[in-house]
C-alpha cells in the first residue's frame, strides 16, 4: 500500500502548476482594485453621492491598486520589485529587484494576468479620460490624470524592472559562457 494518497481522482488528469494560478489572492487584489475603482468611477452618478466622496473613495482604490501591485503582486506574480529612491543630490535613482534564477519558477498564468493589466489599466484610463473631455466633465477628469499617473508608473516601473533582469541574466550567461570557453581553450595541456 503506497505511504501517500493520491492528490488527484482516478481518471482525472493531472494537476499542473500551469492549469492554476500560483497566487491566486494576489491575483485577485490586482483585479479587485483595478475594477472596483474603473466600477465606481463609471458609475458613481447612480450612487447619489457628492463629487468629494467620489474622489476620496475612486482615490483610495488607485491608491491601494498601486501599492498592491508595486509591492505584492509583483512580486509574487513575475518575481519582480521596483522602487525609486531620492539621491543626495537629489536625483532619482531606480532600485530593481528580481528573483535570482532558480529560486522559483513564475507561473504563466500570473505573468500573463500581471502584465496584460498592467498594460491594459493605463489605456482604459486614458479612454475614460477621452469620455470626460468630451462630456465636459472636467473635475473628474482629475481623477483620471491621478488613475494614469499611479498606473504609468506602474507600467514605467516594471517595464524597467524586468529589463534589468533579462540584462542581469544576459550578463550571467555571458560570464559563465566566457569562462566555460576559457576553460575549454586554455585548460587542456
Known sequence: ?????????PGAPAASSEQAYAHP?????????????????????????DFVINFC??????VCDFWTVKNVSGRLMVGLRWWNEVSESGGSDW???????????????????????????????????????????????????IAVLLSA??????????????SQIKGKFNSLFASGLKAYMFGRS
Not at 30 to 47: E, N, P, Q, S
Open 57 to 62: 473613495v475612486i482615490t483610495f482604490l488607485l
Open 25 to 49: 489572492v494576489a491575483a485577485f487584489f490586482l483585479m479587485f482594485f483595478k475594477a472596483a475603482a474603473v466600477f465606481i468611477y463609471i458609475f458613481c452618478g447612480w450612487f447619489g453621492t
Open 153 to 166: 508608473a506602474n507600467l514605467m516601473g516594471y517595464i524597467k524592472c524586468s529589463k534589468a533582469a533579462q
Open 95 to 145: 532600485k530593481f529587484e528580481s528573483l535570482e534564477e532558480g529560486q522559483r519558477a513564475v507561473n504563466k498564468k500570473d505573468s500573463f494576468v500581471f502584465w496584460t493589466l498592467l498594460y491594459a489599466t493605463p489605456a482604459v484610463w486614458c479612454v475614460l479620460g477621452l469620455v470626460a473631455i468630451l462630456k465636459l466633465n472636467i473635475d473628474y477628469l482629475l481623477l483620471v490624470i
Open 1 to 9: 500500500m503506497p505511504d501517500t494518497l493520491p492528490t488527484t481522482a
